[in-house]
């Protein structure tokens, strides 16, 4: 029953008053289910050109903010570009086009192939290379949880101020320090067409909880995906992605 209410508000807001409200969508676990492996994501066909119908409709005020990097989350989505904020909001693409990209310094490089040198003892963990940032996948191998949380943390401290230890779900993540989705979420706030608008965001995961503080205080409206962690900001709840998928659908579609 909550998750049809919040269906309805959700579709009565944006449909109602288009001009009004700007749309934030985080994509693993939140457009997109998770997978097994960070590649192992499905899009499905019809979601690429929905999104883009509903971001016509909002006069282009719908970005993607995500800790994939930018390229990656464009590659999901190709050939539609939305804006974009990438790697928890230490890279991003505006709706005029502008890009500022995260760049990492040899040192940090160093410290992401002696990360994946030092993997290879785990089997199952994966480790994905995300530019700017990196992140431990323990997913297919749980019982490496305890010793990546100690391993990671040296890194995070070796990497230095400038990076810091992101927690997941099954993820451990070295990621830039001077970001977070809530920063990203007012940073577009600040840029047509997003300007004067209310944010509504969605989101699954702990990383997200900085980008419901910023919808709840700009006077939009937050919301949190999935049935794990009760514990959250956001005002409003849906079981799964397959929810959200729901609501990008009725709204392209006006059913």
Same mark, same amino acid.
């Given at each position: ?10 579709? #009565? ?8 409200? &700007? ?8 457009? !997109? ?13 019809? !979601?690429?050109? &929905? ?28 050939? $539609?570009? $939305? ?7 230490? +890279? ?22 002696? %990360? ?9 963990? %994966? ?11 323990? #997913? ?13 943390? /040296?890194?995070? +401290? ?6 810091? %230890?992101? !927690?997941?779900?099954? /993820? ?21 067409? $997003?300007?004067? #608008? ?7 995961? %702990? ?17 949190? /995906? ?30």
């Amino acid at each position: 029953m909550q998750d049809e209410e919040t269906i309805q508000s959700i579709l #009565r807001v944006l449909r109602g008053e288009p001009d009004r409200w &700007a749309l934030f969508l985080d994509i693993d676990g939140t457009l !997109l289910d998770l997978a097994l492996t960070p590649e192992g994501i499905f899009v499905p066909p019809d !979601l690429p050109p &929905a999104l883009n119908a509903v971001s016509q409709k909002l006069g282009g005020a719908l970005a993607l903010v995500t800790g994939r990097a930018l390229p990656f989350a464009d590659s999901l989505f190709a050939p $539609f570009r $939305f804006p974009v904020a990438g790697l928890h909001g230490a +890279e991003m693409r505006l709706a005029n086009g502008l890009a500022l990209l995260a760049q990492a310094p040899p040192a940090f490089e160093a410290l992401k192939q002696a %990360l994946t040198e030092e993997a290879s003892q785990w089997p199952g963990v %994966l480790i994905e290379d995300k530019g700017a940032a990196v992140a431990a996948h323990y #997913r297919l191998a749980p019982e490496f949880e305890h010793i990546l949380s100690t391993r990671m943390q /040296v890194y995070a +401290e070796r990497a230095g101020p400038d990076w810091t %230890l992101q !927690l997941g779900k099954m /993820v451990y993540e070295i990621r830039p320090s001077k970001a977070s989705k809530g920063e990203a979420i007012q940073r577009f706030m600040l840029e047509p067409p $997003f300007e004067g #608008r209310l944010p509504m965001t969605l989101g699954d995961d %702990l990383t997200d909880e900085s980008m419901f503080l910023a919808a709840n205080t700009n006077g939009g409206y937050s919301v949190r /995906v999935g049935t794990q962690s009760p514990e959250t900001h956001a005002v409003g709840r849906l079981t799964g992605p397959q929810d959200v998928r729901r609501i990008i659908e009725r709204l392209a579609s006006n059913a």
